[in-house]
């Protein structure tokens, strides 16, 4: 019994070991980018913040002045919008669409490395007018992860390079 239990272990690990998931690398970012300035249109973004950490937590220093840094990250949009999607009987909102949309470009001195790309991530929520303030903190949590979805993909795009 103690055999049939070592060998059903093993084999879950080794059908574990052999699917073929492989985390992508944005590890060693520092090695490929060493500073960067980030050229901005909004300083108070959810995504600006979001890029500014993520740059920062791998390893990469945030230069304030653009003729120190060896890249510029310039974002040239930076725009957080929501849409009604349905409406209910008496006319009150019931769905809503939140779009997040960022255009940039990465720039080494005055030789641009990647032209302009552009990221949109979207996602829909309830709405309960009984529930606004509960609503609004939502909205401003889901603006806030799609932010996050869209520098981890600036991320990846950054250590391609």
Not at 3 to 15: A, D, V
Not at 75 to 80: M, N, P
Not at 81 to 110: C, H
Request: charged share 25%.
């Amino acid at each position: 019994m103690k055999t049939l239990k070592q060998l059903t272990c093993l084999i879950g690990f080794l059908i574990l070991s052999s699917c073929g998931f492989e985390l992508q690398n944005t590890g060693n970012l520092n090695e490929k980018i060493d500073s960067v300035y980030i050229q901005t249109v909004d300083p108070y973004s959810s995504f600006f913040r979001s890029i500014k950490d993520s740059l920062r937590n791998n390893g990469v220093i945030i230069s304030d002045k653009r003729d120190e840094a060896s890249y510029i990250l310039i974002i040239k949009e930076d725009i957080s919008s929501d849409r009604i999607l349905s409406i209910s009987a008496t006319n009150t909102p019931m769905e809503y669409e939140i779009a997040y949309q960022v255009v940039w470009s990465l720039f080494k001195g005055n030789q641009e490395i990647i032209s302009d790309t552009k990221h949109i991530e979207t996602q829909d929520y309830s709405f309960d007018q009984n529930r606004l303030l509960g609503k609004r903190k939502e909205a401003e949590y889901l603006n806030d992860s799609l932010a996050i979805k869209i520098s981890n993909g600036v991320l990846l795009k950054l250590g391609s390079i």
